[in-house]
């Protein structure tokens, strides 16, 4: 069972990795790391490059697709090379999934027009556009694709689909395998729980982060 995980500049790390850690245990699975040219990627910050081991073309048909996220998904989100992979590969998948802002990927493509999906709360009115119906369900599934929130939750959502796709007996020796057991020292993983001070905060800084990058991509556009 072919599992693939585009990688482009831009990706958040966790996006890809949280579902690779769950999905890599299936039985019989193999994750493949693609892209449009083979090699590495930059992440969101940075600090930390992930390896695409072959190009697009070569996994034409996975059985599941699982589209990342991050900041590099809005210069995407335009007809380009990854974006025709995605559509097609949708065309015989299996599973469609996707994590964070990977949904707007998916959106983009035409695969999330009147079904209900997720992704990260700052980017979640841009879903309507595309003709998505947004939610703030944290992994969401709509017959054969799954869409799951921000960041950490790509980790739900893999269980949830190591559950479809092999049983819940496998998908709780998974998650305890990777002894997923979160218990976090704060309740402010969702803009309900965090105090509004910080999540005014974070839009603001996070704001003027996507404005900064959309002018430098106008520049060197």
Request: glycine share 8%; with cysteine.
């Amino acid at each position: 069972m072919d599992i693939a995980i585009p990688i482009f500049d831009g990706i958040t790390a966790l996006d890809a990795i949280g579902p690779y850690e769950v999905l890599s245990r299936l039985p019989g699975a193999r994750v493949r790391f693609v892209a449009v040219k083979p090699g590495p990627y930059r992440t969101d910050n940075g600090q930390l490059a992930l390896m695409a081991d072959e190009p697009l073309s070569a996994v034409p048909h996975p059985e599941v697709l699982t589209v990342p996220g991050g900041f590099g998904t809005r210069a995407l989100e335009k007809p380009n090379p990854l974006l025709d992979w995605i559509r097609a590969a949708h065309e015989t998948s299996q599973w469609t999934t996707s994590v964070c802002t990977g949904s707007m990927l998916l959106a983009a493509a035409g695969i999330l027009n009147g079904l209900e999906a997720t992704t990260h709360w700052l980017s979640l009115d841009r879903l309507a556009v595309y003709g998505a119906r947004p939610t703030l369900k944290r992994v969401v599934e709509q017959g054969k694709v799954i869409t799951a929130a921000g960041v950490s939750s790509g980790i739900d959502m893999a269980l949830a689909l190591a559950a479809r796709i092999s049983g819940e007996d496998v998908a709780q020796a998974i998650q305890l395998g990777i002894e997923y057991d979160p218990q976090p020292p704060f309740s402010a993983g969702s803009p309900e729980k965090a105090p509004v001070h910080v999540v005014e905060g974070l839009r603001a800084r996070m704001r003027a982060r996507m404005e900064r990058e959309e002018t430098a991509q106008r520049r060197t556009a």
